[in-house]
């Protein structure tokens, strides 16, 4: 069986861009820290934001592929973040305005909000596994 690595009732492993969080980080004027986030999976060397467009279509049924290593993966949704992204991983403390900062960012930067419910507090993309696989630290990201 599958474990279920997101906050969802599919069998989802979840990955977060790190060239997202520093350009949201940018616009910021602060360092954001990854951990912040929470995702199973760092992807470094894709472009800032380019998950968004993994999920176009999504609403009529489209499946857009993906692989790590061995493990065959179909891209399924974003992550629309909650709260818990505005504390401290370190510290607990609630100290960053991280949703705000995500809404405004992605509205100047012309996103049309996620496929559900049109949210713009999204960072990451969560992906269903199709094979049997393990992803391992330094595995390449492959898509399409």
Same mark, same amino acid.
């Given at each position: 069986?599958?474990?279920?690595?997101?906050?969802?009732?599919?069998? !989802?492993?979840?990955?977060?861009?790190?060239?997202?969080?520093?350009?949201?980080?940018?616009?910021?004027?602060?360092?954001?820290?990854?951990?912040?986030?929470?995702?199973?999976?760092?992807?470094?060397?894709?472009?800032?934001?380019?998950?968004?467009?993994?999920?176009?279509?999504?609403?009529? &049924?489209?499946?857009?592929?993906?692989?790590? &290593?061995?493990?065959?993966?179909?891209?399924?949704?974003?992550?629309?973040? !909650?709260?818990?992204?505005?504390?401290?991983?370190?510290?607990?403390?609630?100290?960053?305005?991280?949703?705000?900062?995500?809404?405004?960012?992605?509205?100047?930067?012309?996103?049309?909000?996620?496929?559900?419910?049109?949210?713009?507090?999204?960072?990451?993309?969560?992906?269903?596994?199709?094979?049997?696989?393990?992803?391992?630290?330094?595995?390449?990201?492959?898509?399409?």
């Amino acid at each position: 069986g599958f474990w279920h690595l997101a906050d969802t009732n599919k069998p !989802c492993v979840s990955f977060l861009n790190l060239a997202s969080v520093e350009a949201l980080g940018e616009f910021m004027g602060t360092s954001v820290d990854p951990r912040r986030f929470r995702m199973n999976v760092w992807v470094k060397g894709l472009p800032p934001w380019c998950e968004l467009e993994y999920v176009r279509g999504f609403e009529q &049924g489209a499946q857009y592929p993906m692989q790590v &290593g061995d493990l065959r993966l179909h891209i399924d949704d974003l992550c629309e973040r !909650c709260r818990a992204v505005e504390q401290s991983p370190q510290t607990g403390i609630w100290d960053v305005k991280i949703l705000e900062a995500l809404d405004a960012f992605l509205r100047v930067w012309g996103y049309e909000g996620s496929p559900h419910r049109g949210k713009f507090e999204v960072m990451g993309w969560l992906a269903i596994p199709q094979s049997e696989g393990i992803i391992r630290v330094g595995d390449e990201v492959a898509f399409g």
